[in-house]
């Protein structure tokens, strides 16, 4: 059902030998940076003829809404967000389970009233956006986004076998990959409607949220949301993983990355309104899909390329397990590059409770 790129030998052997190494930060839990692999792609297309768009050309298109755009009504805050009240909070942990990822020390920071999403964005929501604006993602535009294996078929993994990334096989960059069509051509999202959407870079979201006149949460007011009120304790419902002996989100139960038992009724996404999980009526806040933030990972990054500057995402998602990406914390982080996107990746948007 797949179509292997035009130059797939060289660029199978490009990647292979000079190795896309996502590293073990990412652990498979996260998700694999377009970054490198785009780097890989125009080391290439320096000599040979691509029909991809340039990331100049994605650049001057992205985030700014097209004319045509109707912004959305103005929303029924209480159906939809969430008033978390400001403060003084505490957010990272003094117990790092990964330190590379410095969720360590705690810091202590100050939020201001804010409203946040219940919900991560679904598809239904997104598929608004896109009506409204003619909105085009950067999965879209690049052609392809990063497919997990265990929803390709065998014939599809052989016929990408070569675009996996090293270090992170499981990962498979699959052409035709994006919002709509998340395992590729020939998939939809019928029935899944209202999970959240996945295959959005940062710009994406940050374009999603700004057509609602929104913004994304910064990493501290994303994690003093997870929290719920709750100090130092390691989910927004308190320490313990499973009270009431009940699954209380959506992550990874089994071997990875073969044998998810699914015994919390979901092998990928779940519904936005599936697992709620603290006092601020957050759903999904871990678990299910990684959400971005607006947060730089370096803020000295600011000087870089786009498609250099990684941001913060959190909260981990479906792929997670304890044994190995033990990110479904609210202190836990991580990181991809603004362009980057793929199918455990999504976000809710926040504005200011301030404002007019
Ligand atoms: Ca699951
Ligand atoms: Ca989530």
């Known amino acids: 059902m797949l179509v292997s790129f035009h130059n797939s030998i060289l660029l199978s052997l490009c990647v292979l030998l000079l190795g896309v190494n996502f590293g073990a930060a990412d652990c498979g839990c996260g998700a694999a940076n377009r970054e490198k692999a785009a780097e890989k ?3 290439r ?3 040979e003829p691509s029909t991809e768009e340039s990331h100049d050309d994605i650049e001057e298109t992205i985030i700014h809404i097209t004319p045509r755009s109707v912004r959305p009504q103005e929303e029924d805050l209480e159906a939809t967000m969430s008033l978390i009240p400001g403060g003084d909070y505490t957010i990272g942990t003094n117990k790092a389970v990964f330190e590379a990822d410095l969720e360590s020390p705690e810091k202590k920071i100050h939020v201001d009233n804010f409203y946040l999403d219940k919900y991560e964005v679904s598809n239904e929501k997104f598929r608004e956006f896109v009506d409204a604006t003619g909105y085009k993602t950067e999965a879209e535009k690049f052609g392809d986004s990063f497919v997990f294996e265990g929803f390709l078929d065998d014939a599809t993994k ?3 076998k070569d675009f996996r990334v090293v270090g992170a096989e499981w ?3 699959i052409k035709g ?4 069509h998340p395992e590729g051509e020939g998939s939809d999202l019928t029935g899944r409607e209202n999970h959240p959407v996945i295959h959005v870079s940062w710009r994406d979201a940050v374009a999603y949220c700004k057509w609602r006149k929104m913004r994304l949460p910064t990493e501290a007011e994303w994690e003093v949301a997870c929290r719920g009120g709750k100090k130092q304790r390691l989910f927004p419902w308190g320490d313990k993983l499973m009270p009431q002996d009940k699954h209380w989100l959506n992550i990874w139960q089994g071997e990875f990355p073969q044998g998810n038992s699914k015994e919390d009724g979901f092998m990928g996404t779940c519904p ?3 697992f709620h999980q603290n006092s601020y009526d957050l759903f999904n806040i871990v678990g299910n899909v990684w959400e971005w933030t607006a947060d730089l990972w370096n803020p000295e990054d600011v000087e870089k390329k ?8 959190k909260g981990g998602s479906y792929l997670c397990h304890k044994s190995y990406c033990y990110r479904y914390r609210c202190a836990a982080r991580s990181q991809n590059t603004e362009d980057s996107s793929a ?12 404002r007019e």
């Open 171 to 173: 990962w498979y960059k």
């Open 45 to 47: 297309a320096n000599s």
């Open 272 to 274: 936005v309104d599936q």
């Open 306 to 313: 786009p498609e250099n500057r990684n941001r913060v995402k």
């Open 41 to 43: 792609y125009l080391e």
């Open 343 to 354: 199918g455990n990746l999504g976000f809710r948007c926040a504005r200011d409770a301030s």
């Open 177 to 180: 990959a994006n919002w709509e």
């Open 158 to 160: 052989e016929e990408n």
